[in-house]
Protein backbone atom coordinates (compact mmCIF):
# COMPACT_ATOMS: atom_id res chain seq x y z
CA UNK A 1 0.00 0.00 0.00
CA UNK A 2 1.29 3.57 -1.00
CA UNK A 3 -0.60 6.37 1.20
CA UNK A 4 -1.02 9.48 0.20
CA UNK A 5 -0.77 12.30 2.69
CA UNK A 6 -2.39 15.66 1.65
CA UNK A 7 -5.18 18.39 3.02
CA UNK A 8 -8.60 16.75 1.62
CA UNK A 9 -10.48 19.48 3.34
CA UNK A 10 -10.61 23.58 3.04
CA UNK A 11 -8.53 25.77 0.30
CA UNK A 12 -6.00 23.17 -0.60
CA UNK A 13 -8.93 20.73 -1.80
CA UNK A 14 -7.92 21.86 -5.90
CA UNK A 15 -4.10 21.21 -5.16
CA UNK A 16 -4.37 18.26 -3.39
CA UNK A 17 -6.99 16.54 -5.64
CA UNK A 18 -4.67 17.50 -9.03
CA UNK A 19 -1.94 15.48 -6.99
CA UNK A 20 -3.34 12.53 -5.93
CA UNK A 21 -5.32 12.25 -9.79
CA UNK A 22 -1.33 12.46 -10.76
CA UNK A 23 -0.53 9.58 -8.83
CA UNK A 24 -3.60 7.27 -9.37
CA UNK A 25 -2.64 7.76 -13.61
CA UNK A 26 0.64 7.33 -13.16
CA UNK A 27 0.30 4.01 -11.35
CA UNK A 28 -2.22 3.10 -14.20
CA UNK A 29 0.36 3.45 -17.03
CA UNK A 30 2.27 1.35 -14.82
CA UNK A 31 -0.29 -1.25 -14.69
CA UNK A 32 -0.66 -0.66 -11.52
CA UNK A 33 2.40 -3.62 -10.74
CA UNK A 34 5.87 -3.18 -9.85
CA UNK A 35 8.17 -6.73 -10.04
CA UNK A 36 4.26 -8.59 -10.00
CA UNK A 37 3.53 -6.96 -6.96
CA UNK A 38 -0.04 -5.00 -7.02
CA UNK A 39 0.60 -1.64 -6.04
CA UNK A 40 -2.03 -0.60 -3.95
CA UNK A 41 -2.83 3.45 -3.13
CA UNK A 42 -5.35 5.35 -0.58
CA UNK A 43 -5.85 8.66 -0.02
CA UNK A 44 -5.57 10.06 3.48
CA UNK A 45 -6.06 13.73 4.58
CA UNK A 46 -4.12 15.62 6.86
CA UNK A 47 -7.03 18.83 6.94
CA UNK A 48 -6.09 22.03 6.29
CA UNK A 49 -7.33 23.53 9.87
CA UNK A 50 -4.49 25.40 11.93
CA UNK A 51 -4.35 24.46 15.91
CA UNK A 52 -5.20 21.32 17.63
CA UNK A 53 -7.49 20.15 15.41
CA UNK A 54 -5.02 20.22 12.31
CA UNK A 55 -2.27 18.50 14.53
CA UNK A 56 -5.21 15.84 15.71
CA UNK A 57 -5.42 15.08 12.01
CA UNK A 58 -1.82 14.22 11.10
CA UNK A 59 -1.58 11.99 14.38
CA UNK A 60 -4.60 10.10 13.26
CA UNK A 61 -3.09 9.79 9.74
CA UNK A 62 0.25 8.10 11.29
CA UNK A 63 -1.94 6.03 13.34
CA UNK A 64 -3.71 4.55 10.61
CA UNK A 65 -0.76 4.05 8.22
CA UNK A 66 0.83 2.44 11.91
CA UNK A 67 -2.15 0.25 11.64
CA UNK A 68 -2.34 -1.22 8.50
CA UNK A 69 0.84 -3.64 7.63
CA UNK A 70 0.16 -3.41 4.46
CA UNK A 71 1.45 0.51 3.87
CA UNK A 72 5.22 0.50 3.65
CA UNK A 73 5.29 4.20 1.71
CA UNK A 74 3.23 7.18 2.74
CA UNK A 75 3.91 10.08 0.18
CA UNK A 76 3.85 13.86 1.63
CA UNK A 77 3.62 15.69 3.56
CA UNK A 78 2.90 19.28 1.02
CA UNK A 79 4.83 22.79 1.70
CA UNK A 80 3.71 23.88 4.26
CA UNK A 81 2.86 21.03 6.76
CA UNK A 82 6.07 21.38 8.73
CA UNK A 83 4.09 21.06 12.07
CA UNK A 84 2.55 17.97 11.49
CA UNK A 85 5.23 16.18 9.94
CA UNK A 86 6.73 17.00 13.33
CA UNK A 87 3.97 14.60 14.36
CA UNK A 88 4.12 12.19 11.73
CA UNK A 89 7.76 11.29 11.40
CA UNK A 90 8.57 10.53 15.06
CA UNK A 91 5.47 7.81 14.85
CA UNK A 92 6.33 6.25 12.01
CA UNK A 93 10.20 5.90 12.18
CA UNK A 94 8.96 3.90 15.22
CA UNK A 95 6.20 2.03 13.13
CA UNK A 96 5.94 -1.81 13.88
CA UNK A 97 8.20 -3.61 11.22
CA UNK A 98 9.76 0.09 9.76
CA UNK A 99 10.78 2.43 9.75
CA UNK A 100 7.75 3.40 7.64
CA UNK A 101 9.48 4.93 4.64
CA UNK A 102 8.02 8.65 4.07
CA UNK A 103 8.76 10.74 0.99
CA UNK A 104 7.79 14.32 0.27
CA UNK A 105 7.21 16.12 -2.68
CA UNK A 106 7.50 19.89 -1.30
CA UNK A 107 8.60 19.83 2.60
CA UNK A 108 11.60 21.68 1.91
CA UNK A 109 12.16 21.96 6.20
CA UNK A 110 16.26 21.65 6.48
CA UNK A 111 16.19 19.99 9.88
CA UNK A 112 14.35 16.81 9.36
CA UNK A 113 17.42 15.63 7.31
CA UNK A 114 19.98 17.94 8.56
CA UNK A 115 21.13 19.46 11.84
CA UNK A 116 19.44 22.31 11.56
CA UNK A 117 18.05 23.83 14.55
CA UNK A 118 18.18 22.11 18.51
CA UNK A 119 17.85 18.20 18.13
CA UNK A 120 17.07 17.86 14.70
CA UNK A 121 17.23 15.53 12.86
CA UNK A 122 17.11 13.29 15.29
CA UNK A 123 14.57 14.41 17.15
CA UNK A 124 12.61 12.91 13.90
CA UNK A 125 14.85 9.33 14.11
CA UNK A 126 13.94 8.07 17.83
CA UNK A 127 15.02 4.54 16.38
CA UNK A 128 18.40 6.34 14.75
CA UNK A 129 17.19 5.41 10.99
CA UNK A 130 16.54 7.58 9.12
CA UNK A 131 13.09 7.00 7.32
CA UNK A 132 12.11 11.19 5.23
CA UNK A 133 13.56 11.54 2.14
CA UNK A 134 12.67 14.20 -0.57
CA UNK A 135 13.00 14.32 -4.09
CA UNK A 136 13.40 18.47 -4.14
CA UNK A 137 15.89 20.48 -2.75
CA UNK A 138 16.07 21.44 1.22
CA UNK A 139 16.26 24.93 1.61
CA UNK A 140 19.49 25.17 3.20
CA UNK A 141 20.89 24.90 -0.14
CA UNK A 142 19.02 27.98 -1.46
CA UNK A 143 21.50 30.23 -0.07
CA UNK A 144 24.21 28.83 -2.21
CA UNK A 145 21.58 28.66 -5.27
CA UNK A 146 21.01 32.31 -4.67
CA UNK A 147 24.81 33.54 -4.36
CA UNK A 148 25.69 31.32 -7.35
CA UNK A 149 23.18 33.66 -9.07
CA UNK A 150 23.82 36.70 -7.58
CA UNK A 151 27.71 36.13 -8.65
CA UNK A 152 27.45 34.62 -12.01
CA UNK A 153 24.57 37.21 -13.14
CA UNK A 154 24.36 40.40 -10.86
CA UNK A 155 28.14 40.25 -10.17
CA UNK A 156 27.17 41.07 -6.98
CA UNK A 157 30.68 40.50 -4.69
CA UNK A 158 29.18 42.60 -1.40
CA UNK A 159 26.52 41.28 0.49
CA UNK A 160 24.43 42.75 3.54
CA UNK A 161 23.07 40.21 5.74
CA UNK A 162 19.70 40.94 7.99
CA UNK A 163 18.60 38.14 10.48
CA UNK A 164 15.81 37.32 12.74
CA UNK A 165 16.99 38.66 16.68
CA UNK A 166 15.96 35.04 17.93
CA UNK A 167 18.31 33.64 15.65
CA UNK A 168 16.01 31.01 13.58
CA UNK A 169 17.83 32.10 10.29
CA UNK A 170 21.44 31.62 11.91
CA UNK A 171 21.61 28.14 10.19
CA UNK A 172 20.88 29.19 7.45
CA UNK A 173 23.44 32.51 7.39
CA UNK A 174 25.66 29.62 8.31
CA UNK A 175 25.28 28.40 4.81
CA UNK A 176 25.08 31.59 3.30
CA UNK A 177 28.66 32.38 4.86
CA UNK A 178 30.03 29.32 3.61
CA UNK A 179 28.44 29.95 -0.43
CA UNK A 180 29.89 32.92 -0.32
CA UNK A 181 33.36 32.65 0.78
CA UNK A 182 33.33 29.96 -1.67
CA UNK A 183 32.64 32.56 -4.21
CA UNK A 184 34.79 35.36 -3.31
CA UNK A 185 31.81 37.21 -1.66
CA UNK A 186 32.33 39.51 1.16
CA UNK A 187 29.45 39.81 3.57
CA UNK A 188 29.79 43.65 4.54
CA UNK A 189 27.35 43.63 7.24
CA UNK A 190 25.57 41.33 9.61
CA UNK A 191 22.36 42.42 11.49
CA UNK A 192 19.52 41.13 14.00
CA UNK A 193 16.49 42.67 13.49
CA UNK A 194 15.20 44.48 16.23
CA UNK A 195 18.48 44.52 18.67
CA UNK A 196 18.81 48.12 18.23
CA UNK A 197 16.73 50.65 21.19
CA UNK A 198 15.25 52.16 18.14
CA UNK A 199 15.57 49.05 15.50
CA UNK A 200 15.68 50.92 12.21
CA UNK A 201 17.68 53.77 11.66
CA UNK A 202 21.07 52.81 12.97
CA UNK A 203 20.79 49.60 11.05
CA UNK A 204 19.95 50.98 7.98
CA UNK A 205 22.31 53.67 8.11
CA UNK A 206 25.10 50.79 8.72
CA UNK A 207 24.04 49.64 5.40
CA UNK A 208 24.35 52.55 3.88
CA UNK A 209 27.71 52.91 4.99
CA UNK A 210 28.20 49.23 4.22
CA UNK A 211 27.72 49.76 -0.03
CA UNK A 212 26.69 46.15 -0.75
CA UNK A 213 25.48 45.06 -4.21
CA UNK A 214 22.78 42.54 -2.46
CA UNK A 215 20.80 42.54 0.77
CA UNK A 216 19.77 38.58 1.98
CA UNK A 217 17.04 38.67 4.71
CA UNK A 218 17.14 35.55 6.49
CA UNK A 219 14.34 33.91 9.32
CA UNK A 220 11.17 34.59 10.00
CA UNK A 221 10.49 38.11 9.42
CA UNK A 222 7.78 38.56 7.04
CA UNK A 223 5.79 40.32 9.17
CA UNK A 224 8.18 43.16 9.04
CA UNK A 225 8.72 43.10 5.70
CA UNK A 226 6.77 46.56 4.45
CA UNK A 227 9.83 47.87 6.77
CA UNK A 228 12.96 46.07 5.56
CA UNK A 229 12.28 46.88 2.18
CA UNK A 230 10.84 50.80 2.99
CA UNK A 231 14.37 51.14 5.08
CA UNK A 232 16.45 49.44 2.46
CA UNK A 233 15.10 51.57 -0.28
CA UNK A 234 15.78 54.81 1.69
CA UNK A 235 19.24 53.37 2.23
CA UNK A 236 20.34 52.63 -1.23
CA UNK A 237 17.83 53.84 -3.76
CA UNK A 238 15.34 52.51 -5.62
CA UNK A 239 17.09 52.19 -9.00
CA UNK A 240 17.51 50.04 -11.34
CA UNK A 241 20.97 49.78 -10.31
CA UNK A 242 20.34 49.71 -6.67
CA UNK A 243 21.10 46.52 -4.69
CA UNK A 244 18.37 43.85 -5.47
CA UNK A 245 17.09 42.05 -2.38
CA UNK A 246 17.14 38.11 -1.80
CA UNK A 247 14.43 36.29 0.55
CA UNK A 248 12.11 33.65 1.20
CA UNK A 249 8.90 33.29 -0.43
CA UNK A 250 7.23 33.88 2.54
CA UNK A 251 8.70 37.48 3.12
CA UNK A 252 8.57 38.10 -0.39
CA UNK A 253 4.92 37.18 -1.03
CA UNK A 254 3.87 38.80 2.37
CA UNK A 255 5.50 42.13 1.18
CA UNK A 256 3.72 41.63 -2.44
CA UNK A 257 0.92 41.51 -0.85
CA UNK A 258 0.83 44.43 1.59
CA UNK A 259 4.07 46.49 -0.40
CA UNK A 260 3.85 45.41 -4.08
CA UNK A 261 5.54 48.90 -4.82
CA UNK A 262 8.29 47.80 -2.30
CA UNK A 263 8.34 44.19 -3.16
CA UNK A 264 9.00 45.33 -7.13
CA UNK A 265 12.54 42.84 -7.86
CA UNK A 266 12.66 41.60 -4.97
CA UNK A 267 14.86 38.03 -5.61
CA UNK A 268 13.42 34.44 -4.39
CA UNK A 269 15.61 30.71 -4.77
CA UNK A 270 12.52 28.30 -4.80
CA UNK A 271 13.35 24.49 -4.82
CA UNK A 272 12.96 22.43 -7.54
CA UNK A 273 12.25 23.60 -11.45
CA UNK A 274 9.78 25.91 -12.52
CA UNK A 275 6.34 25.09 -14.55
CA UNK A 276 8.97 26.43 -18.07
CA UNK A 277 11.18 23.63 -17.28
CA UNK A 278 9.04 20.74 -15.72
CA UNK A 279 6.69 20.87 -19.02
CA UNK A 280 9.27 21.99 -21.17
CA UNK A 281 8.21 20.77 -25.45
CA UNK A 282 8.84 17.12 -26.11
CA UNK A 283 9.64 16.61 -22.21
CA UNK A 284 8.36 13.96 -20.44
CA UNK A 285 5.80 16.59 -18.29
CA UNK A 286 4.64 17.98 -21.16
CA UNK A 287 3.77 14.33 -22.33
CA UNK A 288 2.30 13.39 -18.70
CA UNK A 289 0.53 16.32 -18.73
CA UNK A 290 -1.55 15.64 -22.23
CA UNK A 291 -2.09 12.42 -20.78
CA UNK A 292 -3.77 14.04 -17.77
CA UNK A 293 -5.95 16.06 -19.57
CA UNK A 294 -6.96 13.06 -21.50
CA UNK A 295 -7.48 11.42 -18.74
CA UNK A 296 -9.43 14.42 -16.43
CA UNK A 297 -10.56 16.44 -19.31
CA UNK A 298 -8.50 19.34 -17.60
CA UNK A 299 -5.03 20.60 -17.93
CA UNK A 300 -2.63 19.83 -15.18
CA UNK A 301 -0.32 23.09 -14.52
CA UNK A 302 1.28 22.60 -11.44
CA UNK A 303 4.94 21.82 -10.98
CA UNK A 304 3.92 20.38 -7.50
CA UNK A 305 1.78 17.41 -9.16
CA UNK A 306 5.22 16.39 -11.11
CA UNK A 307 6.75 16.27 -8.59
CA UNK A 308 4.65 14.12 -6.31
CA UNK A 309 4.84 11.58 -9.39
CA UNK A 310 8.73 11.96 -8.99
CA UNK A 311 8.45 10.90 -5.39
CA UNK A 312 5.93 8.09 -6.65
CA UNK A 313 8.53 7.08 -9.07
CA UNK A 314 10.97 6.53 -5.76
CA UNK A 315 9.02 4.82 -3.83
CA UNK A 316 7.91 2.30 -6.87
CA UNK A 317 11.60 1.86 -7.14
CA UNK A 318 12.21 1.05 -3.29
CA UNK A 319 9.45 -1.27 -3.64
CA UNK A 320 10.67 -2.81 -6.47
CA UNK A 321 14.42 -3.29 -4.53
CA UNK A 322 13.09 -4.25 -1.51
CA UNK A 323 11.91 -7.71 0.10
CA UNK A 324 8.39 -6.28 0.36
CA UNK A 325 8.62 -5.36 3.91
CA UNK A 326 8.16 -1.86 5.37
CA UNK A 327 11.91 -2.56 6.84
CA UNK A 328 12.95 -3.49 3.74
CA UNK A 329 11.57 -0.90 1.55
CA UNK A 330 13.14 1.69 4.05
CA UNK A 331 16.40 0.18 3.54
CA UNK A 332 15.86 0.49 -0.46
CA UNK A 333 16.33 3.98 0.25
CA UNK A 334 18.76 4.32 3.06
CA UNK A 335 20.87 1.33 2.68
CA UNK A 336 24.65 0.69 1.19
CA UNK A 337 23.62 1.49 -2.57
CA UNK A 338 21.56 5.16 -3.31
CA UNK A 339 18.58 5.16 -5.22
CA UNK A 340 18.27 6.42 -8.24
CA UNK A 341 16.12 7.41 -10.96
CA UNK A 342 17.74 8.17 -14.32
CA UNK A 343 17.11 10.88 -16.78
CA UNK A 344 15.38 8.79 -19.19
CA UNK A 345 12.87 7.45 -16.52
CA UNK A 346 12.26 10.69 -14.38
CA UNK A 347 8.93 12.40 -14.57
CA UNK A 348 10.99 15.99 -14.61
CA UNK A 349 13.57 14.85 -17.41
CA UNK A 350 16.45 15.33 -14.51
CA UNK A 351 18.12 12.30 -12.97
CA UNK A 352 17.69 12.07 -9.04
CA UNK A 353 19.53 10.45 -6.48
CA UNK A 354 18.94 10.29 -3.16
CA UNK A 355 21.97 10.09 -0.57
CA UNK A 356 21.19 7.56 1.73
CA UNK A 357 22.74 9.23 4.67
CA UNK A 358 20.23 11.83 4.75
CA UNK A 359 17.32 11.49 2.29
CA UNK A 360 18.04 14.60 0.35
CA UNK A 361 18.39 14.62 -2.97
CA UNK A 362 22.49 14.86 -4.27
CA UNK A 363 21.73 17.44 -7.35
CA UNK A 364 19.67 20.22 -6.51
CA UNK A 365 17.76 22.30 -8.98
CA UNK A 366 16.81 25.58 -7.71
CA UNK A 367 14.76 28.18 -9.52
CA UNK A 368 15.63 31.68 -9.45
CA UNK A 369 11.93 34.25 -9.18
CA UNK A 370 11.47 37.45 -8.62
CA UNK A 371 8.48 39.55 -7.99
CA UNK A 372 7.03 41.25 -10.85
CA UNK A 373 3.62 43.26 -10.74
CA UNK A 374 3.09 41.27 -7.67
CA UNK A 375 3.95 37.77 -9.19
CA UNK A 376 6.35 35.15 -9.23
CA UNK A 377 8.36 35.59 -12.57
CA UNK A 378 11.30 32.92 -12.98
CA UNK A 379 14.82 34.56 -13.67
CA UNK A 380 16.70 32.10 -13.60
CA UNK A 381 18.18 28.53 -12.05
CA UNK A 382 20.44 26.81 -10.56
CA UNK A 383 21.72 23.54 -9.29
CA UNK A 384 24.00 22.89 -6.22
CA UNK A 385 25.51 19.28 -6.26
CA UNK A 386 26.20 17.89 -2.85
CA UNK A 387 28.02 15.34 -3.45
CA UNK A 388 27.60 11.45 -1.99
CA UNK A 389 28.44 12.97 1.69
Known amino acids: MIASDLALRGVEVPYSVTVNNALKLYL ?27 LSACRSAAAAH ?40 ELA ?37 AISYATETLKARR ?31 RERWGTDSTRTDPLFTRMKTARPDLVYVLGPLASSSTEILAGKRSALGSGTDAAKLVTDVTFASTAAATAPDLAEGVIVPIAGLGGADLFSQNGPGRR ?29 KAIAASDGTRAGVNRAVF ?10 ESITGRAVTINPATGDVISNDVSIMQISSGSFKQIGKATVDLGKG
Do not use: M
Open 28 to 54: SSIGNKVNGIDLQFKEFNLADIEGSAY
Open 66 to 105: IADPNTVVVLGPALGYGECAKELLPRLNSATGGPLLTISH
Open 109 to 145: DPGFTLPWLSGEPGVYRPTGTPNFARVIPSDAVLPSA
Open 159 to 189: VFVITDAAGAGDPALAALEKAAAAAGVEIVG
Open 288 to 316: FAADYKARYGTDLTEGGALYAVLALQAAV
Open 335 to 344: GATALTIPAS
